[in-house]
């Protein structure tokens, strides 16, 4: 069973939440507070030879990612470690104590143990809602997509690792803070982070919201779009708005962050994520 499919199965077997939104956006809300969780795992997640502050800057990154995916702002985080015996515990600390004044967020709590196979670390946010929480479902016919920035760079500087280089810059990708929560405070129609692939990223907005998302390969910024549309764990922002609002958000982005965000297609009624008459959906990282 794959990551997606056991997700959906766990979900299915679950009381109904009590939470406002629960499994199935980047973050979940309850009582006001927006709450995430990521994990990493050694040989899965980053190589034995990667630095353990660009490892626990990526492990915030991922998290913080997420509430500004929902439009939030991350403030609180509780930490998990499972720690082997030859792990340097004070380049451990200075890395959490770097990443944390980064996002400026307040470690609160969290667990420690030992392990016998590798390092493993696990971190849970909470934040505060914006304007208006973003969620994955709200996409209509009509829309227009946006991607936040050029994706594609943190598969090329993978491929580049496994292949027995030492440059791991592909961890410290940095999460869109500040445009998340401008998206938050504007609204948008829908939005996710970039963590599985422009691709497979982009099938989740479809089938939450139970439309067809069309990608224009010819207006994919910087990258080919093959590579674009796989490459994962790069944290930029997918969002759609309606084509009345395009270009008031596009001004006001302007104004308030002073950069560009991307136009790279459009919603229609129908299912899936094609980039010409390929169906891209499935493309991207999915767990075993």
């Known amino acids: 069973m794959k990551e997606?499919?056991?997700?959906?199965?766990?979900?299915?077997?679950?009381?109904?939440?009590?939470?406002?939104?629960?499994?199935?956006?980047d973050a979940a809300l309850s009582g006001g507070v927006l709450m995430?969780?990521?994990?990493?795992?050694?040989?899965?997640?980053?190589?034995?030879?990667?630095?353990?502050?660009?490892?626990?800057?990526?492990?915030?990154t991922a998290n913080v990612s997420d509430i500004a995916a929902m439009g939030g702002r991350a403030?609180?985080?509780?930490?998990?470690?499972?720690?082997?015996?030859?792990?340097?515990?004070?380049?451990?600390?200075?890395?959490?104590?770097?990443?944390?004044?980064?996002y400026g967020v307040e470690i609160v709590g969290g667990d420690t143990t030992s392990s016998k196979n590798g390092f493993f670390a696990s971190l849970t946010v909470l934040g505060e809602p914006g304007g208006h929480v973003l969620r994955r479902s709200g996409a209509k016919a009509g829309d227009v997509l946006y991607l936040s920035r050029p994706v594609g760079g943190?598969?090329?500087l993978l491929e580049k690792e496994l292949r027995g280089g030492k440059d791991f810059s592909h961890y410290l990708f940095e999460a869109e803070?500040?445009?998340?929560?401008?998206?938050?405070?504007?609204?948008?129609?829908?939005?996710?982070?970039?963590?599985?692939?422009?691709g497979r990223d982009a099938g989740h907005i479809?089938?939450?919201?139970?439309?067809?998302?069309?990608?224009?390969?010819?207006?994919?910024p910087m990258y080919p779009p093959e590579r674009a549309v796989q490459s994962g764990e790069e944290f930029a922002l997918l969002f759609t708005v309606p084509p009345g609002k395009a270009e008031e958000l596009e001004r006001g982005i302007h104004r308030s962050l002073g950069r560009?965000?991307?136009?790279?297609?459009?919603?229609?009624?129908?299912?899936?994520?094609?980039?010409?008459?390929?169906?891209?959906?499935?493309i991207g990282w999915e767990h075993s």
Do not use: W
């Open 4 to 25: 997606f499919e056991f997700i959906k199965r766990l979900a299915s077997g679950l009381d109904k939440p009590l939470s406002e939104i629960g499994i199935g956006d």
């Open 36 to 60: 995430a969780k990521d994990i990493m795992a050694e040989g899965v997640h980053f190589s034995s030879d990667a630095p353990l502050r660009n490892i626990i800057f990526r492990l915030f």
């Open 75 to 102: 403030k609180r985080v509780l930490l998990g470690f499972a720690k082997p015996s030859g792990l340097n515990s004070e380049e451990l600390i200075q890395a959490v104590g770097r990443a944390a004044v980064f």
């Open 154 to 156: 943190a598969l090329e």
């Open 177 to 198: 803070t500040k445009l998340g929560s401008f998206l938050g405070e504007f609204g948008v129609s829908s939005c996710i982070d970039i963590s599985d692939g422009l």
């Open 206 to 220: 479809a089938e939450s919201s139970n439309v067809r998302i069309m990608i224009d390969h010819e207006l994919i």
């Open 260 to 282: 560009p965000v991307h136009r790279i297609g459009k919603v229609l009624s129908g299912e899936g994520v094609y980039m010409g008459d390929k169906n891209v959906s499935l």
